[in-house]
T-cell receptor, first 112, second 112 residues
Framework: KAGVTQTPRYLIKTRGQQVTLSCSPISGHRSVSWYQQTPGQGLQFLFEYFSETQRNKGNFPGRFSGRQFSNSRSEMNVSTLELGDSALYLC???????????FGPGTRLTVL | QKEVEQNSGPLSVPEGAIASLNCTYSDRGSQSFFWYRQYSGKSPELIMFIYSNGDKEDGRFTAQLNKASQYVSLLIRDSQPSDSATYLCAVSPSYNTDKLIFGTGTRLQVFP
């Protein structure tokens, strides 16, 4: 069974731009969570989607948004990029009733 | 107080020794506990989960949970240089069992 895939793997943007990241969960997994990982803050929860609905949201500004499609694929968008948004963005999927999450390889975003 | 706390390390152990990684959590009602391993430049990989008080063994890994003390640990027996990585503790809080709160991780170094 294929794992979680994320695209693109690397991105370089400049301040003020926006970016869209994509995540395809493991087949059969309906829950997708997004995390931001930085050296100083560790893994921080952004949001979680289940059946196209945002079920949970972390403490991030409204510039961070996401959505989930009917095939469970998910996208996250960051608008008006800031230098501090440079991070590894990880997507994780899980089965409907399970909390065990399986991570994708991540997208490394660099904001210049 | 952080919801999930880990010593950042590094924890250095010789090859063949037992590595002991510790994690404390603040939500007394938490029910699910996870250990992830993250190699440098890679995404987290689930290695163990535990729900009940006591020990759970899987190969060289043993997870220990003490809910009264709000403490969960991971023991790695016969440590190998390939075990050198950052180990992340994650907890599913009682106020939202669909999400995971991660500690900042403990870096383990196993030297030959």
């Amino acid at each position: 069974k294929a794992g979680v895939t994320q695209t693109p793997r690397y991105l370089i943007k400049t301040r003020g731009q926006q970016v869209t990241l994509s995540c395809s969960p493991i087949s059969g997994h309906r829950s997708v969570s997004w995390y931001q990982q930085t050296p100083g803050q560790g893994l921080q929860f952004l949001f979680e989607y289940f059946s196209e609905t945002q079920r949970n949201k972390g403490n991030f500004p409204g510039r961070f948004s996401g959505r989930q499609f009917s095939n469970s694929r998910s996208e996250m968008n960051v608008s008006t990029l800031e230098l501090g948004d440079s991070a590894l963005y990880l997507c994780a999927s899980s089965l409907e009733e399970a909390v065990e999450q399986f991570f994708g390889p991540g997208t490394r975003l660099t904001v210049l | 107080q952080k919801e999930v706390e880990q010593n950042s390390g590094p924890l250095s152990v010789p090859e063949g020794a037992i590595a002991s990684l510790n994690c404390t959590y603040s939500d007394r009602g938490s029910q699910s506990f996870f250990w992830y391993r993250q190699y440098s430049g890679k995404s987290p990989e689930l290695i163990m989960f535990i729900y009940s008080n006591g020990d759970k063994e899987d190969g060289r890994f043993t997870a220990q949970l003490n809910k009264a003390s709000q403490y969960v640990s991971l023991l790695i027996r016969d440590s190998q240089p390939s075990d050198s990585a950052t180990y992340l503790c994650a907890v599913s809080p009682s106020y939202n069992t669909d999400k995971l709160i991660f500690g900042t991780g403990t870096r383990l170094q196993v030297f030959p």
